[in-house]
């Protein structure tokens, strides 16, 4: 295949269309239900007031905003694929943003702008909790100003969403790559977003992977639950073509949400008994490199004891009866063992690890 005959293939994977719109517009779409800027969003995309109160002051000013990219699910309804906060917050300032719950939220009142200082307790509409307001003109203007909005069609492969969220900068504050995918998750089936969000706050997986409080607001437990669920079951010859860990989730993403309930409920199990089994054989300590010479653990947490002792316990589940002790006493082999030993990884890929761990921990962990 030559680079047109490519070219040809992926553009037929992506139907778009283009148009402005004004905020007029766009906010009786939402009003009306026909454009979905999902509320789960607001946890996943971290904008501070002076961030939302610049954007105001952009669109009074008739300041340009970048393209707001949505796609349009089987419905018809439009899904908002980059531009989330674009939209929530100048819905929050007209007073019509609901939440997940669909009540809605406080109007937004602006902070400190650059140039605008009289912007600041400013309100859409007069307000209890404003200094001011827009004037019915200026309501009107800002009602008028108008967005270019990029509409994936329904008919573009789903894949596409995911390398849309992946290329396009958002207006503000940038996403981590698992933040991409839970944006692409919710889109695709709210349904299994739910599922992930719940299995990655399970308390024991919490405890055990102990992770900063920074890579939690980052979905990075999401991830780790996301690459236990892929990883567990992959055969050597799924393992071997893994290449790029962040492109191997995503690919495996879209074929998640065809897992139905039945299925869903048997990686729950494996997924919870595996922390509760960790847990109790030492928690944190599970999933921390350990130097055999001292006898202790030592530094935060290891992907290298993740793959090899996390999806190891989870590889022989439901069916072994693996003893929490067993697995403790088990783990001083892996930091033992000369592929393992510290700088083992230095320049390797993820992929190039993995090959190694996960093998490694099955046969360790097996009955």
């Not at 979905?36 to 002076?50: A, C, M, T, V």
């Not at 602006?110 to 827009?134: A, K, V, Y």
């Not at 995911?162 to 919710?186: H, I, K, W």
Request: proline share 4%; glycine share 6%.
């Amino acid at each position: 295949m030559d680079l047109e005959e490519e070219i040809e293939m992926y553009r037929r994977k992506i139907a778009t269309d283009t148009y402005p719109m004004s905020i007029g517009e766009l906010s009786n779409l939402y009003r009306d239900g026909e454009i979905d800027i999902h509320p789960e969003f607001q946890r996943i995309f971290r904008w501070e007031s002076s961030q939302r109160s610049r954007l105001i002051e952009s669109v009074i000013l008739g300041i340009p905003l970048p393209s707001v990219f949505v796609a349009q699910n089987e419905k018809g309804v439009w899904d908002v694929v980059d531009g989330v906060q674009r939209m929530s917050t100048i819905f929050q300032f007209m007073g019509i943003l609901k939440d997940e719950n669909n009540e809605p939220h406080d109007p937004l009142i602006c902070s400190d702008t650059p140039f605008l200082t009289q912007l600041e307790g400013c309100s859409f509409e007069p307000h209890r909790n404003s200094i001011r307001s827009l004037s019915a003109t200026q309501r009107l203007d800002f009602k008028r100003a108008r967005i270019d909005m990029k509409i994936i069609k329904r008919e573009s492969d789903n894949r596409a969403k995911y390398d849309l969220f992946q290329r396009l900068n958002s207006f503000g504050s940038m996403a981590t790559p698992q933040e991409l995918r839970n944006c692409l998750l919710v889109s695709l089936s709210k349904k299994h977003y739910e599922w992930l969000a719940k299995i990655s706050s399970d308390e024991s997986f919490l405890k055990v992977i102990d992770l900063p409080r920074r890579l939690i607001k980052e979905q990075y437990h999401m991830e780790l639950a996301l690459r236990f669920i892929f990883l567990r079951k992959i055969d050597s010859a799924g393992l071997a073509s893994v290449g790029n860990i962040g492109d191997f989730l995503a690919y495996e993403l879209v074929q998640f949400v065809e897992w139905g309930d039945a299925r869903l409920e048997g990686e729950r199990e494996a997924f919870v008994k595996t922390f509760d089994i960790l847990l109790q054989a030492g928690g944190p300590d599970m999933l921390r490199r350990f130097n055999p010479e001292r006898n202790r653990t030592e530094g935060p947490f290891s992907l290298t004891a993740f793959e090899a002792i996390a999806l190891g316990v989870g590889f022989h589940l439901p069916g072994a009866e693996l003893s929490p002790e067993a697995v403790h006493d088990r783990r001083a082999s892996l930091w033992s063992n000369d592929r393992f030993t510290a700088g083992h990884a230095s320049g390797m890929s993820s992929d190039q690890r993995m090959k190694r761990t996960i093998p490694f921990g099955r046969s360790l962990l097996s009955v």
